[in-house]
């Protein structure tokens, strides 16, 4: 299957389509208007660990999966879509039950990613507890110069696309009670896309990565406001950031980056 070029509808982003033109006329915007993403393109431009020829299948997996993170984060209606095939579109993680693009819309790009039965009693992450709005804002707040995004390395190309992806941003503002490490905060993942034509519109979308990777360093800060439970909070943070340690030297082959993820400052 080869890939096609698609018209121009960027808007003027280097990396995103949809976001502009005769075909987004009628689009729904959650917040009124296109996103736009100028600070989170500028940490991505400065710390990317490659730099994608131009239309290289690289490039154009990279910039597909960032066409569809700010689809699933700005649009209302799941039929504004032009980056999946919405009757057949599918989201697992790590394994776990896979939405529909409809239930992935509902909840949003980080409760989708971060569903887990650990993480609510650890005090780390409650998908349940969490809205779409509240979780892009948890996240907005913890990452203000943005959540980057690249793939790393592409290992087969379309119909069933696998690579391996990097999400990191600097954790300048707090996270659930948590103060600013000012540290970079990154993980690592695989990502299996099943496309069905050549504009690579996904039909099924499986990720697996280690969520202490990117919890851990959220935790690692003190309390804003200290309790009883702060030395058992930073002994959990301690303790997921060893894990995606271990987990990081064992199975992650060394490449470069790939949610994912989403609001105007996030990719």
């Known amino acids: ?18 976001l502009a033109g005769d075909g987004e006329k009628n689009t729904v915007w959650r917040h009124g208007a296109p996103p736009t993403y100028d600070a989170v393109n500028s940490l991505f431009e400065a710390e990317r ?17 960032k066409t569809w993170e700010m689809e699933l984060s700005h649009k209302a209606r799941l039929e504004d879509f032009k980056s ?70 592409v290992y087969s190309g379309p119909p069933v696309i696998t ?10 503002g707090p996270y659930k009670g948590h103060a600013p490490t000012g540290e970079k905060v990154e993980f690592y993942g695989v990502a299996v896309l099943k496309v069905v034509d050549e504009q690579l519109r996904a039909e099924d ?18 309390l804003l406001v200290p309790s009883t439970e702060e030395d058992a909070t930073r002994q959990l943070a301690e303790r997921l950031g060893e894990a995606a340690t271990v987990s990081a030297s064992g199975a992650a082959p060394q490449t470069q980056a790939c949610p994912f993820l989403a ?3 996030r990719e």
């Open 263 to 265: 609001s105007g400052k």
């Open 163 to 172: 690579f391996k992806f990097r999400h990191w941003g600097h954790m300048d």
């Open 49 to 65: 660990t490659q730099e994608w020829p131009a239309g290289s299948l690289e490039e154009t997996v990279q910039n597909a999966i």
């Open 1 to 18: 299957m080869e890939v096609a070029a698609a018209a121009d509808s960027s808007g003027g982003d280097r990396y995103r389509s949809h």
């Open 84 to 153: 999946v095939s919405p009757g057949r579109f599918r989201l697992s993680v790590n394994g776990g039950k896979a939405l529909t693009g409809e239930e992935t819309l509902a909840v949003g790009s980080y409760n989708a990613l971060l569903t887990s039965p650990i993480l609510p009693d650890a005090g780390a992450y409650d998908a349940a507890a969490e809205t779409f709005e509240s979780s892009h804002d948890l996240f907005r707040a913890a990452f203000p110069r943005g959540f980057a995004w690249e793939v790393i390395r």
């Open 205 to 222: 979308v499986e990720v697996y990565y280690d969520p202490g990777e990117l919890l851990g360093g959220l935790l690692k800060g003190p």
